[in-house]
């Protein structure tokens, strides 16, 4: 299974400011995904980074607000942009091994203020 | 469109008890993978068990096991002698095969474990 750091664990902002989350993972991995989980909800796919190309975004979720950088194989970060207390949630980066099994970063938990 | 449901928002069971978990989901895929997670409050999701659809045989990890009904669409989970560090959320989460491996997860079932 991959072992994988994020960063910070939490933090609060002042809204209109941006915020980079960091994702390590202990080994090489072609897609790196990141979810939004707000509170008391499920886990919502924001978007898919392969590293050399652009990420992939669902439906919802655009690069301006959450430009996403993967500049090798075992790093990507996350930017939310121009942050307001609605983007106030946790988010998550995952690595999937070659069976489909989803390995999950500690979250970072984000407070807009 | 795929869809994962969890109807029970909320479920508590007595130490040492056995508590179903219910799932249920809809696809037109004929190949997936379906998973358990739990996600206690220290926030990080945890792999409790994969079912890979073609299989007929419900996975079985210790004390976590399911019944997949694939016909009815249907992935429930049981966890016996149920224990104080199993109080979490679980989440079922369904994903394809093929591509991009993408998850869809339902909406959690609290499940608390009483003393």
């Known amino acids: 299974s991959a072992v994988i750091s994020q960063k910070p664990s939490r933090d609060i902002c002042q809204r209109g400011t941006s915020l980079t989350i960091q994702c390590q993972v202990d080994s090489q991995v072609t897609m790196m995904f990141w979810y939004r989980q707000q509170p008391g909800q499920s886990l919502t796919l924001i978007a898919t980074?392969?590293?050399?190309?652009?990420?992939?975004?669902e439906s919802g979720f655009v690069i301006d607000k959450f430009p996403i950088s993967r500049p090798n194989l075992t790093f990507s970060t996350l930017t939310v942009s121009n942050m307001s207390p609605e983007d106030s949630s946790i988010y998550l980066c995952?690595?999937?091994?070659?069976?489909?099994?989803?390995?999950f970063g500690q979250g970072t938990r984000l407070t807009v203020v | 469109a795929q869809t994962v449901t969890q109807s029970q928002p909320e479920m508590s069971v007595q130490e040492a008890e056995t508590v179903t978990l219910s799932c249920t989901y809809d696809?037109?895929?004929?190949?997936?993978?379906l998973f358990w997670y739990k996600q206690p409050p220290s926030r990080q999701m945890i792999l409790v068990i994969r079912?890979?659809?073609?299989?007929?045989q419900n996975a079985t990890e210790n004390r976590f096991s399911v019944n997949f009904q694939k016909a009815a669409k249907s992935f429930s989970l049981k966890i016996s002698d149920s224990q104080l560090g199993d109080t979490a959320m679980y989440f079922c989460?369904?994903?394809?095969?093929?591509?991009?491996?993408?998850?869809?997860f339902g909406t959690g079932t609290r499940l608390k474990v009483l003393a």
């Open positions: 995952s690595v999937e091994d070659d069976a489909g099994r989803a390995f």
């Open positions: 079912q890979e659809a073609y299989k007929q």
């Open positions: 696809t037109s895929e004929s190949n997936y993978y």
């Open positions: 980074a392969n590293q050399g190309s652009e990420a992939t975004y």
């Open positions: 989460a369904f994903s394809t095969t093929s591509g991009t491996y993408k998850y869809i």
